[in-house]
Nanobody, 121 residues
Framework: QVQLAESGGGLVQSGGSLNLSCAAS????????MGWYRQAPGKQRELAAT???????TYADSVKGRFTISRDNYQKTVFLQMNALKPEDTAMYYC???????????????WGQGTQVTVSS
């Protein structure tokens, strides 16, 4: 079982910055890839950025060059630094974690409750 605690959303003007963080807590699972997905009103949830355990990032084309994802493996925390924010970045941002029970190759995906990011023009 894994719990994901997100923080850092809010309201910012276009061109501004926000930093999201998400901490995973577990006693029986190994944390694999972590990341952030986002969902705007009336749209499907989409990838923003993910990062694997070797700290290799993957970004959606729409955020490349503006967002930076990082992680602290010891603290089981993932961060998303968002710069040069645009109104189209407005969405609920969900933390994601793929986890593995210790000693098992099977994985389970977990999601956080979401944190709202609103960018005003």
């Amino acid at each position: 079982q894994v719990q994901l605690a997100e923080s850092g959303g809010g309201l910012v003007q276009s061109g501004g910055s926000l930093n999201l963080s998400c901490a995973a807590s577990t006693v029986d699972s190994r944390i694999g890839t972590m990341g952030w997905y986002r969902q705007a009103p009336g749209k499907q949830r989409e990838l923003a950025a993910t990062i694997d355990t070797w700290k290799t990032p993957t970004y959606a084309d729409s955020v490349k060059g503006r967002f930076t994802i990082s992680r602290d493996n010891y603290q089981k925390t993932v961060f998303l630094q968002m710069n040069a924010l645009k109104p189209e970045d407005t969405a609920m941002y969900y933390c994601y974690s793929r986890t593995y029970l210790v000693g098992s190759p099977d994985s389970t995906d977990y999601w956080g409750q979401g944190t709202q990011v609103t960018v005003s023009s």
